[in-house]
T-cell receptor, first 113, second 116 residues
Framework: QKEVEQDPGPLSVPEGAIVSLNCTYS??????FMWYRQYSRKGPELLMY????GNKEDGRFTAQVDKSSKYISLFIRDSQPSDSATYLC?????????????FGSGTRLQVQP | DARVTQTPRHKVTEMGQEVTMRCQPI?????VFWYRQTMMQGLELLAY????????DSGMPKDRFSAEMPDATLATLKIQPSEPRDSAVYFC??????????????FGEGSWLTVV
């Protein structure tokens, strides 16, 4: 079993919909949680960064972390065709003290105009 | 606009040939990562460096892969000899990690490698 699990999708939604993307993880030592967006044939770009549990909002994006359930979410409000990309969750703070990120496999999102 | 720069962007090579990929991290960043991305495995950590010292290369096939940081502005990933199963996108990323803070890293555009 992978340390970080993420549904690969694809997830197809109409423009304007609320999108919910999720990851589960098994390592309780993870403390830093990130969401990256990756457009086709591009490198991942940092979207949201959250430390420990709670919510963080940035424009149309909201990141939630529930450490008790080992579950993180990314919500996209008023989704746009330009949001079509692969979304990768990432986390670190593992028990080895490593600072390298462990990534989910990514969820491919398609927003239909 | 600071960014991680990777070369080459695309490389097609024959099995058995040596491949060297280069990365210029963002100026001032003290941590450099090499990741490999494939459809089947997603993003896998190959190696990473802190202040130019290798911290973890357990994800890297040691018999054919090597990673170095000759100086603070250059990281290299070498494959010798290359095999078709090495075909993937290789990403370099850099970040500034200070103590318990700073776990965000920034990726380059990737080196797209095809071994035939």
């Amino acid at each position: 079993q992978k340390e970080v699990e993420q549904d690969p999708g694809p997830l197809s939604v109409p423009e304007g919909a609320i999108v919910s993307l999720n990851c589960t993880y098994s390592n309780s030592a993870f403390q830093y949680f990130m969401w990256y967006r990756q457009y086709s044939r591009k490198g991942p770009e940092l979207l949201m960064y959250t430390y420990s549990s709670g919510n963080k909002e940035d424009g149309r994006f909201t990141a939630q972390v529930d450490k008790s359930s080992k579950y993180i979410s990314l919500f996209i409000r008023d989704s746009q065709p330009s949001d079509s990309a692969t979304y990768l969750c990432a986390m670190t703070g593992g028990d080895t003290g490593r600072r390298a990120l462990t990534f989910g496999s990514g969820t491919r999102l398609q927003v239909q105009p | 606009d600071a960014r991680v720069t990777q070369t080459p962007r695309h490389k097609v090579t024959e099995m058995g040939q040596e491949v060297t990929m280069r990365c210029q991290p963002i100026l001032g960043h003290n941590t450099v990562f090499w990741y490999r991305q494939t459809m089947m495995q997603g993003l896998e950590l190959l190696a990473y460096f802190r202040n130019r010292a290798p911290l973890d290369d357990s994800g890297m096939p040691k018999d054919r892969f090597s990673a170095e940081m000759p100086d603070a502005t250059l990281a290299t990933l070498k494959i010798q000899p290359s095999e078709p199963r090495d075909s993937a996108v290789y990403f370099c990323a850099s970040g500034l990690v200070l103590g318990v803070s700073g776990n965000t890293i920034y990726f380059g555009e990737g080196s797209w490698l095809t071994v035939v």
